[in-house]
């Protein structure tokens, strides 16, 4: 999410780090307790970076309502129980690597359960918040999981001088134990637990100096990987419950449609076909496994009532847009007198741009197990929200929460796609009507037919410039669907949608006397539309960065020149964009049809700047063959993580600039398995580097940047190499054909 | 009845001739670890070998392979190039959400044992087929790379 919401968000919670930081004492939220089963157990909170209480109360001093705990056993071994999931992006191991660095613990001797909402040692309020998103884990956590660390760490050593009758700094902490220095005697933390559990907590514990960290920043090895090479990791798709049977399902192709009527006599007769589901919208076939099931859906014979939206085009949305994108927006930034300036621009440059309906098409197809009984329903899933699937199957089966349980699984790829619970509403519907535990799983064709798409975006952009070709005056309205009003309708305020002018709002890094940014909403008929991956700012930055390398054009300047000229006011920004530069060789010469483009952008917390380098045939054909991208993410917990981020997030924003757009023709959409909607693959895919910027800055988020970065550089590169301005995504070959 | 001979072990199925391999494994033998992605060969996740043999299995129908020797990734690790590649992925933290990296190790384990050193060129034709929705590609690349250097030179 961009952080124009995180902002939102946080100034309107009284939430735990703005509560902390106004002089309660630190020990209000953190709490230490005997654990059940022995040993110790602190709880704390992570503050919550984009999720906002739902309607009921913020945290406030009064109520402590942890969610997070570590657990030290007697046997020394330390549980971190966190609300985050693994979805790929590392979380799995930089999160623990915060408290091990600061408990003085070895990484392996931490390990990790994933907080379930049902569990009653943990039951609590704030679970309602659990979210994995926005590339927040690690900026969330960032604080809190080192202070808890330390406050332990701390006890620990107090713990150990009274056993010993010492004074405390003559011991120190080390790899599990705790060593009285002098002596050399040594007690392991597992026989402290008892005695920390009698002491008072300290009302300020110090929190290491960076320069004496030695787990984070360290490339710390993945601890999620060794069961991902051998086949042992268990997604959700891989569930298997005693009794189980399968069902894949077909969804009404029309958005807002409904199921009229259906003959399921030849879907029947099929081996391993066992029953026919009949849901509002949808028809799903319950057999023995899933090849019966997917023989069984293609034998139905189904008659859809279509509804309103049987009759929409892509083009017809468009203009729509169009038409939308004329009238006055909402205002998201206003700076200066836009109007006054523009009047009294030597020259004015206008543009349109536009965005596609994207899809995730995550790997790992959507998919839910449910068992529903009469006094009580489990649920099986990968899920970005947690708490969100179990208020879900509550709602679906009209039992209580604390009879629904939600064992979280790994998510092949998340994207933002299980940000969603739409598969987990549908699945426990099914399962309602089916006796025993059932596995929910999509087809390919299902998952880029019923996705929710990030939203189709509609830009007039224009700008005013000096003498010199700067800026003065800058107007950027932004046309199209709101997710926040979808998803999360209290962020939603006097029709400002804070996500989808993310990373042009103050995020914005150029230094520009008048500046307006404003929103339209236009919605799609029917089309539900989601946060995906790098969300507003995937939007915003292609926008910006591509509208400014347009200036720099008109003005005949370099792009790097330009956009240094602009930064005066953002350090870390030029550094990146200075850096990537560099290391791409910027300003040498390239053959004829090749060409270097370059974007930069603050968002998520981070500074990114991207160099891609692209040959352009005659044909059209566009191949990539080199991105250089330069991260300024604060403090890095774990530079690997970083570079793994950089690197598949920029594989993830080039398939979309190259190929991705989702389509509508008869309210339907077009696309279906990755022959229409193609991936980038091996052959394609460029050379990458990353180089980052050491810096002692709190961490930003890394999961989304690098796509975020990515299109404009592609495109600024055609430009390069073409002439040829791409405002419109995904690039168009015909276009760029110059035989 | 069909036979299946997985990782060494026979199998007796009840299931009808044109039933894919890939549910087969997953549904029927409970070997979860061969992935499904696309059900049309088109992104390589459900890959297995058959006789040295990188298939896809969504697209094999069950009468096709019964009695033929067949390796998934739970056991790729005990050939010799399976255990390289996987040792190289680790080094090299190939893997991200991790779903497409069974498909992406047994293209790779074929690859490497039909070619020890292979190029650039030999990569990019083995494992196209191979869709990695959190773009490790390079990272692929350079851990067949690793891999193939410890086959011998000219072996």
Not at chain 1, 181 to 192: A, E, F, K, N, Q
Not at chain 1, 266 to 271: E, N, T
Not at chain 1, 445 to 450: G, M, R, V
Not at chain 2, 19 to 37: C, E, I, S
């Amino acid at each position: 999410m961009s952080m124009g919401l995180e902002r939102w968000l946080n100034s309107t919670e009284a939430g735990a780090e703005s509560t902390a930081e106004g002089g309660v004492p630190r020990r209000t939220f953190l709490k230490l307790s005997a654990a059940a089963g022995g040993g110790l157990l602190l709880s704390f909170i992570l503050p919550r970076i984009i999720w906002n209480s739902e309607a009921t109360g913020a945290t406030t001093a009064e109520v402590f309502a942890p969610n997070a705990f570590i657990r030290i056993g007697r046997d020394s071994r330390v549980t971190l129980i966190m609300p985050y999931v693994e979805m790929g992006q590392g979380t799995d191991t930089s999160i623990p690597m915060l408290i091990a660095e600061e408990l003085e613990v070895d990484l392996r001797q931490v390990t990790l359960e994933a907080a379930p909402p049902d569990d009653r040692q943990y039951a609590n309020p704030i679970f309602q918040f659990q979210v994995t998103g926005a590339s927040a884990s690690v900026r969330a956590a960032w604080e809190p999981l080192r202070r808890a660390g330390a406050t332990a760490r701390t006890m620990l050593v107090s713990a150990a001088a009274q056993t010993w009758n010492v004074d405390m700094t003559s011991c120190r902490a080390e790899k599990g134990e705790v060593v009285h220095v002098p002596s050399g005697r040594r007690l392991t933390y597992g026989s402290l637990v008892e005695t920390v559990a009698t002491l008072p907590m300290p009302d300020h514990v110090a929190l290491k100096d960076p320069k004496d960290f030695t787990l984070i920043g360290t490339s710390a090895k993945r601890l999620d990987a060794p069961d991902k090479v051998n086949g042992k990791a268990q997604f959700g798709i891989d569930v298997k419950v005693p009794g189980m049977k399968i069902a894949t399902v077909a969804a009404c192709p029309v958005f807002g449609g409904k199921l009229a009527n259906v003959d399921d006599s030849k879907a029947k007769a099929i081996k391993g076909v066992h029953q026919v589901v009949r849901l509002d919208n949808a028809v799903a076939v319950i057999a023995d496994h899933m090849w019966a099931a997917e023989q069984g859906l293609a034998a139905l014979d189904i008659q859809w009532d279509e509804g309103p939206n049987a009759t929409v085009s892509s083009a017809d949305i468009v203009q729509q847009l169009e038409s939308a994108s004329l009238g006055p927006g909402v205002i998201a930034y206003e700076d200066g007198d836009v109007a006054k300036a523009m009047a009294g621009a030597v020259k004015k440059v206008e543009a349109v741009y536009q965005m596609p309906f994207l899809a995730y098409a995550t790997m790992e197809p959507m998919n839910c197990t449910v068992h529903v009984r009469k006094d009580g329903c489990e649920v099986w899933v990968g899920s970005q929200v947690l708490a969100r699937a179990q208020a879900t199957a509550a709602e679906v089966t009209g039992l209580p929460l604390d009879k629904v349980q939600v064992h979280n699984q790994s998510l092949g790829g998340g994207f933002g796609r299980r940000l969603e619970v739409d598969v987990i509403a549908q699945a426990v519907q099914i399962a309602k009507q089916v006796n025993g535990p059932v596995k929910v799983v999509w087809t390919r064709e299902e998952d880029i037919q019923h996705d929710k798409y990030r939203p189709y975006y509609y830009d007039r952009i224009a700008a005013g410039l000096d003498e010199q070709g700067m800026p003065i005056a800058w107007s950027h309205r932004i046309s199209g669907s709101s997710v926040i009003a979808r998803w999360f309708p209290p962020a939603f305020k006097n029709g400002l949608d804070p996500d989808a002018v993310g990373g042009e709002a103050e995020e914005f890094p150029y230094k520009l006397p008048n500046r307006l940014v404003e929103y339209v909403r236009q919605e799609p008929p029917g089309i539900p539309t989601g946060f995906w991956r790098g969300v507003g700012p995937t939007h915003n930055v292609f926008v910006v960065e591509s509208f400014i390398d347009e200036l720099a054009a008109v003005t005949k300047k370099d792009p790097l020149a330009y956009r240094r000229d602009l930064l005066s006011k953002s350090p870390r920004a030029k550094a990146v964009l200075e850096l990537a530069a560099e290391k791409a060789g910027w300003g040498q010469p390239l053959p004829e049809g090749q060409g270097r483009g370059l974007s930069v952008q603050f968002v998520f917390g981070s500074y990114v700047a991207q160099v891609a380098e692209v040959e352009v045939a005659k044909s059209g054909e566009v191949r990539v063959t080199r991105v250089v991208c330069a991260v300024d993410c604060g403090m890095v917990v774990n530079p690997d993580t970083v570079r793994a981020q950089m690197e598949g997030g920029i594989m993830f924003g080039l398939t979309a600039a190259l190929f991705n757009e989702i389509t509508l023709k008869d309210g339907r959409v077009e696309q279906s398995n990755f022959d229409d909607y193609r991936m980038l693959r091996i052959n394609e895919a460029p050379a990458v580097e990353v180089y980052l910027v050491k810096s002692a800055e709190a961490p930003g988020g890394i999961g989304e940047p690098g796509t975020t970065a990515l299109a404009p550089a592609l495109t600024n590169a055609i430009f390069a190499a073409t002439g040829k301005r791409i405002r419109k995504l995904p690039v168009n070959r015909v276009e760029l054909h110059s035989a | 009845m069909i036979t299946l001979n997985v990782n060494g072990k026979s199998h007796e199925l009840d299931v009808s001739p044109d039933m894919p391999l890939l549910w087969a494994l997953r549904d029927m033998l409970h070997l979860t670890g061969t992935k499904f992605g696309c059900g049309m060969a088109l992104c390589g996740a459900c890959t297995v070998d058959l006789d040295g043999q990188p298939i896809r299995s969504c697209v094999t129908p069950v009468v096709e392979v019964s009695n033929k020797k067949i390796t998934t990734i739970e056991a790729i690790g005990q050939t010799s190039s399976g255990a390289k590649v996987q040792k190289a992925w680790l080094d090299l933290e190939v893997i991200q959400c991790g779903y497409c990296q069974s498909g992406q190790i047994m293209s790779a384990s074929a690859l490497l044992a039909a070619n020890p050193h292979p190029s650039d060129t030999d990569i990019d034709k083995a494992m196209a087929g191979n869709i990695c929705r959190c773009g490790t590609y390079h990272r692929i690349r350079a851990a067949i790379k690793q891999a193939a250097q410890s086959n011998v030179k000219g072996a």
